[in-house]
């Protein structure tokens, strides 16, 4: 009966759009970055979210009816970043640009680059374009951009707990979205890094993929994992809240911690807050940044975009 009104929900569900029962899961992980820990029960209500992440030929949809203006495309106010120079007060985002040698891993300066004119129409900087990516995930989105576009549509974007529910596509536990070993029968699941990271990438995708070009995951889902990582509206924190001591106290729906708590404590002078993101990138690799699990989080400030950060919306059942 459960499964057949699960059904029947999806069938008339919202396009684009697959049911997810909700329930109850463990949420986090003990055994990798400590962010990611304690691993704890939560519980989450049904909810409607987007097969695939927003793609570019949606996305130029919502700008086209709209006139919205990404944050990237908008020269920021120098009074929100104290100390910056005048010349790097400018529209852009940052780009994955790849050394062609080995770099210390510990400065992510050596491959990100804030290029003037990037956004999401030039993916690359001034002279790219996104002609034949209309089915890749939009980039260089902040958070203001990934709400906006959830709201014309109609929709909200994730908690954490309800996009985590979601990429574990009903293994509770599993490493990955898809069981516990990364390539099973040498496969891969997901547009990860293969090789050595930044310099090294075996043939393959460059940078993003198709949004169906790799297996969804037990709930019908694509690209939970790899591709771009996803904006939640959760503030970030710096691990999750301990188990609940019983059963009747398991969180239901949570949110998160407070935006006062999601501050870059080592940047005390600039006060922009930072949501969680989910699903780990094209640049995550085994031996750099290990979080293509439905468990890793990572923080990212709301005013920040790039070529590896997408989002995808829900609509959740009404109650």
Sequence with gaps: MGSSLAASKRDAGPAGMTFIAGGTFRMGSDHHYPEEAPTHHVSVDGFWIDTTPITNRQFANFVRETGHVTFAELVPDPKDYPGSLPDMIFAGSLVFTPPKHRVDLRDWSQWWTLLKGANWRQPYGPGSSIKGLDHHPV?????????????WAGKELPTEAEWEFAARGGLDGAEFAWGDEFMPGGRAMA??????????????????????????????????????????????????????PKACCIPENPRGGPEAAS????????????????????????NYCRRYRPAARHAEPVDTSTSHVGFRCVVREKG
Aim: proline share 10%; net charge positive; aromatic share 12%.
């Design 139 to 151: 980039v260089h989105v902040a958070f203001g951009d990934a709400l906006a576009y959830a709201t």
């Design 191 to 244: 547009n990860t890094w293969h090789g050595e990271f930044p310099h090294h990438r075996r043939p393959g995708h460059k940078r993003t993929s198709p949004v169906r070009a790799f297996p969804p995951n037990g709930y019908g889902l694509h690209d939970m994992i790899g591709n771009v990582w996803e904006w939640t509206t959760d503030w970030w924190s710096a691990k999750h809240a301990s188990e609940a």
């Design 263 to 286: 501050y870059d404590p080592q940047l005390p002078d600039i006060r922009i807050p930072r949501k969680v993101i989910k699903g780990g990138s094209h640049l995550c690799a085994p």
